[in-house]
């Protein structure tokens, strides 16, 4: 098999991307009722302009109490399609293929926007309730006690995962990303940290992976076979005792059976207090162990911000794909930058707009 370099495209079912460098999901906190905006025309527009050959849109609820804060996108309505598929078709036009990533905050939803201070808003001041696996609370800012999800519920919000599903499809977006990492519902049942039920979504490590297996089932049976379906996972929980790269690895294998495409390797998030070694690529180890002995593709997240390094997470096959989260806002042409320091600009394709420019 030969080296496979960042601007080497990469197939995954029916999509080509035009290289290996996705836009990774950020929330932006500026949605209107879920819907997007002209900031997220513009943000994610101009990313797909500098060369992104995925975009990945931000967490997208799945139901307005699924929501981190009343600024979130969402999808829980028909309302919703329309604003995602204008931002979808800019994004085509331009080369970059239109990804979303779907959501349910579980227990720290309800929460301020960052720049509002980022604490849980009490359901008189603009919040509402809140649901997890277990009536336990993340704690620090965010103190608000769930309410424990019955079987019924849970059932419910798989459907509304699955009808968020079908009208992200309608938007044309062509990458699907469920989210289970960052301390969010999916996360929270495989956690034990979160996740302190005596029923069949708790206890043992099966019972653990039963929400998002069920989810992943029932959602990848309405997004069409031929377009990528994946999933974020926080792979260590960096707690002792607690969700490990190990379990990871074992629910990245049960995932490939279920027809996901790649795992997009995060981590953190499951409680306040852990203790994250962060650095400059900490979390390329777990997409490369997933990669390896899950035998699934992967994306690697987390402080990568240098084109020689990202270049070498895909040559040394640690992952598929790189995802840059922050250096996207300080440089919305990273790749036009990237091809430069690699020598492949000629892999690039300039909007003709910009190309005297270069
Ligand atoms: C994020 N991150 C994030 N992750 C996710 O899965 N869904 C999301 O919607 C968001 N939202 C979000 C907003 C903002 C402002 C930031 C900075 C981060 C995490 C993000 O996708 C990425 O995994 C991390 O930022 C690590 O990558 P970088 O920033 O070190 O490249
Ligand atoms: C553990 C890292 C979490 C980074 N963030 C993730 C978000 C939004 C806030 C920032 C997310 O996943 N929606």
Redesign the pocket.
Known sequence: MPTKHLFDPLTIKSVTLRNRIGV????QYSAEDGRLTDWHLVHLGTRALGGAGLVIV??TAVAPEGRITPGDAGLWSEQQIEPLARVNRFLKQHGTIPGI?L?HAGRKASAARPWEGGAHLADDAGGWPTVAPSAVAFGGDLPKVPSALTEAGISHVQGQFVDAARRALAAGCEWLEL?S??GYLSHEFLSPLSNQRIDRYGGSFENRLRFLLETVRVVRAVWPDRLPFTV?LSCTDWVPGAWDIDQSVELARQLRAEDVDLIDC?SGGAVPDAKIPVAPGFQVPLADRIRREAGIATAA????TEPLQADDIISHNCADLV?????WLRDPIWPIRAARVLGKSAALSLPVQYARAW
């Open positions: 990774s999901p950020m929330c931000e967490a990533q959501a989210h990492a960052h974020r995060s997240v987390g402080l990568i995802l840059l989260g922050r250096e």
